[in-house]
């Protein structure tokens, strides 16, 4: 069994607003804030990669987790849109914090990505196989956006967020609960071909964001023991607020705080879940030790959540 240690989380400086995007396609700040939910998003420079990104939030959960590089043993990233395919981020990312011989890993399951990692980690880490895991969620979705398609260049941004995950002590309370992850195997969301860009289906994907997620989610908070009601945080991926209201109603949440980083930083896909919740957490919104439930779903179709104790 492990917990979440601490938490770090990378943007980078270039803000991009919706009055930006209305020079650019034919669409308007209206339009988005009512459909999407978004405001402004973050956009890479040119030459920042998603290792880059990836490293320098990992480099401050690193920071704050007390632990050093020699402690961590596996690094695993979640991501979808890094274009270098070797060696893959987890490895640049053990590189430049000076991680000498960890397990490293990339993990493509779009925008559940977070939840999938942080699963692996902790089975890894039950099992014996590694000890302190670094967690990331990072993408460049800029890199694969058509700047030309109003239906799909409102949505993305960049950006990354990391934590470190380390073994429970003995008769502390699950850190990382029971994962529920699955998939319902679909076209509706493609990043295919050469050159690839983001495609999708966005009313099918709204459709079944909004009717399929909200059972699963109520599973993972019931395999982790956690009553919806207890819960100090939701962080789902942010996709869309209409989606995220729509989820949390189904939940039937008390006094949970409802992640809405969406609103600054736009659709990050892996990094979404991750940046919010050190955003919630480096603002001093969710107690230490209080119950979060993390909710991913996108590309593939795929989903991962699972409830955690907030560092
Ligand atoms: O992160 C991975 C998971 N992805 C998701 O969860 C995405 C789920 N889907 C969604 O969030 C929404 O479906 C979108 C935000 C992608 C789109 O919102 P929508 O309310 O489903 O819009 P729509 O595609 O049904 O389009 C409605 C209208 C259309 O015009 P007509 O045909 O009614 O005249 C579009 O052409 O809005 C038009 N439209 C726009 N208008 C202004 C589409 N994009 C824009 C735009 N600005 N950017």
Known sequence: MSKILSLGHYQPSRVLTNDDLAQ???TNDEWIRDRVGIATRRIAAPDETVADMASAAA????????????DI???????TSSIDRCPNVAARVAAKLGIAAPAAYDLNTACSGFSYVLATADHAITAGAARNA???????LSDITDWTDRS???????????AVVTADAAGEKAGIGPVVWGSAPSEAIRIEGWRPYIQQEGQSVFRWATTALAPLALQACERAGVAPTE??????????TRIIDGIAKRLGLADAIIAK??????????ASVPL????????????????????????????????????
């Open 24 to 26: 650019m396609v034919d």
């Open 59 to 70: 480099e401050k959960a690193l920071a704050s987790s007390g632990l050093t590089a020699a």
């Open 73 to 79: 043993d596996l690094v695993a990233v979640a991501t």
């Open 134 to 140: 670094l967690v990331i969620g990072a993408e460049k």
């Open 152 to 162: 799909t260049c409102i949505i993305f941004g960049d950006g990354a967020g990391a």
């Open 231 to 240: 819960l100090a945080a939701f962080v789902p991926h942010q996709a869309n």
């Open 261 to 270: 980083d969406i609103i600054e930083s736009g659709n990050t896909s892996a």
């Open 276 to 311: 919010a919740l050190s955003k919630l957490v480096e603002r001093g919104e969710v107690p230490s030790g209080a119950p979060v439930l993390l909710f991913g779903f996108g590309g593939g179709l795929t989903y991962a959540g699972q409830v955690v104790r907030c560092p």
